[in-house]
């Protein structure tokens, strides 16, 4: 078989050479960073080093900083320690935060951007404390969200704004003061960190409860010994992917090419989200009249990784509540994948991708007229 191609940066990327020496150093530290001597200041200090790197990545003051055991239990601690009363999320959040509680759901354009007159409205219509959460970027198309525009609105009637930036983190660059988000979740592994570690970045003097209490570590914000290597990692994919942001910027061109070739190549195809401004590496790619479940198969055969959906739902392919909430059909969600570039990937990658995508609808429409 040939080699395989690996195009699901968003459900996680590989690990960066920086992250993997940072961790092998750190595997030399084993104290605990909570204790006073030698060793756990030492422990401490790579604690520290990275909390630096993380803040770096979003322009945030290390003590903003809590380190999680990844975004999603960092959502988690947003949505149910903020003490607001109200919850209102857009339609096309991540699990993560519209399962972590009970929350109005803000409705999103055709093109995946929340609507922010809708906003506007649902908070008018009700006085009570409120808290607003909106995704940087969303994770299955890629669509950039307005977060500063809903800070603004959110604000005006004293909300609280919690974003989860964990798919534009290393892609766009991204200031806190700019966001203007009260809350921001990070994710190590989405951006070549290692997978189970995460952040909150907490506004100065805001307080929100600790989901997980007995222990005193992050500022008595998220209880338990911190995981040394992880977080180290997650410090030095922070500072690579700072780094290296113009570099994927340019993922945006063999991104653009690949819809092109698609879409001209079949009808009825299409790229959900295009018209409006998307994160560089990201297509969500209609093939109609095929499943997804069919094309991943097809695509796995191949040698190629793609997703369908979000990566977090225990490999099943159901239909998206993004590109139902989008305004997608359940047939149109059903044959829809994802397609997520990265660091490593070449026009040749692309390429093939290209030729396979094509094969898989060429060999689903001749059963299609052979059975007809």
């Known amino acids: 078989m040939a080699q395989a191609i690996y195009l699901d ?72 320690g903020s003490g607001r009363e109200r919850v209102l999320a857009s339609a096309i959040e991540h699990d993560s935060v519209l399962s972590a509680g009970p929350a109005v759901r803000v409705p999103v354009t055709g093109d995946g951007v929340v609507d922010l007159a809708a906003l506007d409205r649902l908070l008018a219509a009700d006085d009570r404390p409120a808290l607003v959460s909106v995704m940087a970027a969303n994770n299955e198309t890629g669509v950039i969200q307005p977060v500063a525009e809903v800070a603004a609105l959110a604000h005006r009637y004293g909300a609280l704004v919690h974003c989860d930036a964990v798919q534009a983190a290393g892609k766009v660059p991204l200031a806190l003061g700019t966001l203007g988000a009260d809350l921001v979740s990070l994710s190590a592994h989405k951006l070549g960190g290692p997978q189970g570690v995460g952040a909150l970045v907490v506004r100065d003097g805001l307080p929100v409860r600790p989901l997980l209490r007995g222990g005193g570590q992050e500022r008595r914000r998220r209880a338990g010994t911190e995981n040394v290597a992880g977080i180290a990692g997650f410090g030095a994919a922070a500072r690579a992917a700072a780094d290296s942001l113009s570099a994927f910027a ?26 409006a401004a998307r994160v560089a590496n990201t297509s969500c790619l209609l093939m109609p009249g095929v499943a997804a479940e069919t094309q991943l198969m097809g695509f796995d055969l191949a040698g190629i990784a793609v997703s369908a959906g979000s990566a977090c739902s225990s490999g099943k392919v159901t239909p998206s509540h993004v590109l139902l909430a989008m305004g997608a059909s359940e047939a149109e969600a059903e044959e829809t994948v994802r397609v997520s570039l990265g660091w490593t990937t070449t026009a040749q990658d692309v390429g093939r991708l290209i030729e396979v995508w094509q094969q898989i609808h060429q060999r689903a429409t001749a059963r299609t007229a052979s059975s007809a």
């Open 9 to 80: 940066f968003n459900a996680t990327a590989p690990l960066r050479e920086e992250a993997r020496a940072a961790m092998l150093a750190a595997l030399d530290h084993f104290g605990n960073p909570s204790s006073v001597h030698a060793f756990g200041r030492r422990a401490r200090r790579l604690v520290e080093q990275a909390r630096l790197q993380v803040a770096a990545l979003v322009e945030a003051a290390p003590a903003q900083v809590i380190f999680t055991a990844g975004a999603t239990e960092a959502n988690a601690t947003v949505i149910m």
């Open 250 to 275: 340019g993922l945006a061109t063999l991104r653009d090419h690949l819809e092109a070739q698609l879409l001209a190549a079949v009808p009825g195809a299409c790229a959900f989200g295009a018209g």
